[in-house]
C-alpha cells in the first residue's frame, strides 16, 4: 500500500467520523438540557406539593390538639357529673 493511500484513507475516515462525532456530541447535549428541564419542573412540582402537604398537616395537628383538649374537657365535665350523683346518692 503506498503512502498516499494510507493517508487518503485515515483522512476520508475522519472526514466522515469526526461530523458524526460532533453531532452526536450536540445531540447529547440537547438531550442533557431536555432531561435537566424535565428535573428541575419536577423538582418545582414537588416542592410545591411538599408545601401543601406541610400545611394539612399542621391543620391536622391543629384539629387533634383542638379534639383533645374538647375531650378533656367532656371528660372533665363528666367527672364532675358523676362526682355530684355519687354526693347525691351519699345524700339519700
Do not use: Y
Not at 476520508?12 to 469526526?18: D, I, S
Amino acid at each position: 500500500m503506498d503512502w498516499l493511500q494510507i493517508i487518503v484513507l485515515l483522512f476520508g475516515n475522519v472526514a466522515w467520523v469526526l461530523p458524526l462525532w460532533l453531532w452526536s456530541r450536540s445531540e447529547s447535549r440537547a438531550d442533557f438540557r431536555q432531561i435537566d428541564l424535565i428535573l428541575r419542573s419536577t423538582d418545582k412540582k414537588i416542592e410545591e406539593n411538599a408545601k401543601d402537604t406541610r400545611a394539612l398537616i399542621e391543620a391536622i395537628r391543629e384539629d387533634m390538639k383542638d379534639f383533645h383538649c374538647r375531650l378533656a374537657l367532656q371528660d372533665q365535665e363528666f367527672k364532675m357529673r358523676l362526682c355530684a350523683i355519687e354526693e347525691r346518692n351519699r345524700g339519700k
